[in-house]
């Protein structure tokens, strides 16, 4: 669920607004276009009575103004809801759609995906339906979205794409002196500040889970789909707890990857993630350490540690790369590597090169950098609104306490999460998930070692959904690494949302299932070549890679 203190410039292949028909501009009114393939649907009257509510006008379906969305064939809408539920007749914003639609007459209804985040574009991934095992994804119509604020939605929350805690010229995460200290909370709440002074400053009283969990049903009602089947990655694992909790008679299949525990969002949940990040970061030094014929590094993974913060504060003193690259910088890149196998070799190969040469220009190309702050904006206007935040003295007080035995992540964490300390909306009291209405099957995949969503959030979430059964990746560090090509899950994925059938639960506090988890690539591999291990009829390394920047909006 975290990202570095870099904000994504790079979601451009999910920023797809709809064109009108005939037309190559962006639209800022739902957009009219062509009629939709033959699909089941619904007139508005069986709309309504479909579920309780707000109603929304039909949606208008057109041309897709992202060149991969029109090649998959997809189409792009805007749906029209309330800013705020309570006051369904009052002002109105538009959120973004596409769409997909079923080839195979075994048709299963609608599947919506959300990648994660809170803030992540997810309007590419209407096309994830060809990804998934057995030709079962071309049974659904699957719907990609923009949750509000975010993206090609409007209106789109930016409060300051100059943020100086992102980008270059950072002083130290780690508050070692008192002017280190002052600066970062200075910054992180004036970019609380900037948010209260946006452009789309109304919206964020409004940018709760339940707030997107109420849009995902608008959407399920106007489509007219009974249930709605669902794919959550990360941070969406917990909207789509909020989603049954709230319309438990509307679960149709979920797949919850990467399992957020509800009970510690959201506080707590970045305190456990400062652990298990300085636990996995261990594990791919020691991993390094094994393939010292590659990297030649040593072969003691405690001595890779020690070496890496002796060139972190060495960093601290004289930035490489030209002055850009500092120890937040190399933090930052390496957090990848803590949260994902997949670019281990790319990552290795670039921190060999600085080591050694003192040449940081590699690594200094994995990190994004400034950009948009989209992405981060809308994960504040979620995070420091669906739940209280403790004020700085605890905070301050928790991180040197974790930061003493596991200060890998702790205080870069700390700062990513600080404009909540000081938010120009209020904070409310968190939502209960409850699973005890929820009768249909749910699936969650986590692997043993995610640091994102650590694993016991997983078992915490499989006792509140009595009706969950639990894949477990064995061993793994992978946060959200289903349709990676590890057939033991992939194929259980694919048979699931074929018959809505899973195997009996077993008893106890456990994973029901035990896959090999995600393989990390061979050392001598880079993963632009390819996962070791990894099938190619999987997601292709660009829509991986999207997913894997949309989940680290969140760190």
Same mark, same amino acid.
């Given at each position: ?52 509510g ?45 769409r ?27 096309i ?19 949750p ?66 109420q ?5 399920? %009602? ?22 049954a ?7 149709? %299949?979920?797949? &919850? ?19 298990q ?48 690259l ?33 040449d ?14 989209n ?6 206007g979620v ?16 991180? &040197?306490?974790v ?7 702790? &205080? ?24 005890? %209405? ?22 915490a ?59 990390p ?16 009829? %999987? ?17």
């Amino acid at each position: 669920m975290k990202r570095p203190l870099t904000i994504l410039a790079s979601l451009a292949v999910g920023a797809a607004v709809m064109v009108p028909a005939a037309s190559s501009t962006a639209s800022p009114t739902p957009a009219r276009g062509p009629a939709p393939a033959a699909a089941p649907t619904a007139s508005t009257a069986s709309t309504a009575a479909a579920g309780g509510g707000y109603t929304a006008p039909p949606l208008q379906w057109g041309a897709c103004a992202s060149q991969r969305l029109q090649d998959e064939g997809a189409q792009c809408a805007m749906l029209e809801v309330p800013l705020d539920y309570a006051k369904p007749h009052g002002r109105k914003i538009h959120i973004a759609v596409s769409r997909v639609l079923h080839t195979d007459p075994d048709y299963k209804g609608m599947m919506v995906v959300n990648p994660g985040g809170p803030g992540g574009s997810g309007l590419i991934y209407s096309i994830f339906g060809q990804f998934v095992p057995n030709g079962v994804g071309a049974k659904f119509d699957w719907y990609g979205f923009d949750p509000r604020g975010v993206g090609s939605s409007e209106p789109a929350l930016s409060c300051n794409p100059d943020y100086k805690g992102a980008g270059f010229n950072r002083p130290n995460y780690v508050p070692t002196k008192p002017w280190i200290m002052k600066w970062w909370r200075k910054v992180t709440r004036g970019y609380a500040r900037d948010c209260g002074k946006s452009a789309a400053r109304r919206i964020l009283p409004h940018m709760r889970t339940v707030d997107v969990a109420q849009d995902l049903n608008t959407l399920r %009602r106007t489509v007219g789909q009974k249930k709605l089947n669902y794919y959550g990655f990360s941070y969406g694992t917990y909207l789509g707890q909020v989603y049954a909790t709230k319309y438990p008679k509307h679960v149709g %299949r979920f797949v &919850w990857d990467g399992v957020l525990n509800a009970k510690n969002a959201f506080y707590k949940a970045n305190v456990e993630q400062n652990i298990q990040f300085d636990r996995n970061i261990n594990v791919y030094f020691r991993w390094l350490a094994k393939n010292d014929a590659v990297y030649h590094l040593g072969t003691n993974g405690d001595a890779i540690r020690k070496g890496y913060y002796k060139l972190r504060r060495k960093l601290d003193r004289h930035p490489a790369a030209g002055g850009k690259l500092g120890p937040d910088e190399l933090d930052d890149v390496m957090l990848s590597a803590a949260y994902y196998v997949y670019g281990w070799a790319d990552i290795g190969a670039a921190y060999t090169k600085l080591v050694k040469t003192g040449d940081g220009a590699d690594i200094l190309a994995m990190y994004a950098g400034p950009g948009d702050d989209n992405g981060f904006a809308v994960y504040n206007g979620v995070q420091c609104t669906d739940a209280k935040w403790p004020g700085w003295q605890k905070t301050k007080a928790d991180s &040197w306490r974790v930061y003493r035995q596991h200060p890998f992540l702790t &205080w870069g964490n700390t700062w990513y999460n600080a404009p909540c300390l000081t938010w120009p909306a209020p904070s409310h009291r968190a939502f209960k998930a409850s699973g005890k %209405r929820v009768h249909a099957k749910i699936l969650m995949v986590a692997e043993t070692r995610d640091a994102a969503t650590v694993f016991s959030g997983a078992l915490a979430t499989r006792k509140l959904f009595p009706s969950s059964f639990l894949i477990e990746g064995v061993g793994g560090t992978t946060h959200a690494g289903s349709l990676s090509g590890v057939a033991c899950t992939d194929d259980t994925i694919a048979t699931y949302l074929d018959t809505g059938k899973l195997p009996a639960r077993k008893s106890g506090n456990r994973s029901d299932k035990k896959c090999p988890p995600v393989p990390p690539p061979a050392a001598s591999m880079r993963a632009r070549g390819g996962f070791a291990g990894v099938s190619s009829d %999987r997601l292709p390394a660009d829509l991986r890679a999207l997913l894997e920047q949309v989940q680290m909006i969140g760190r």
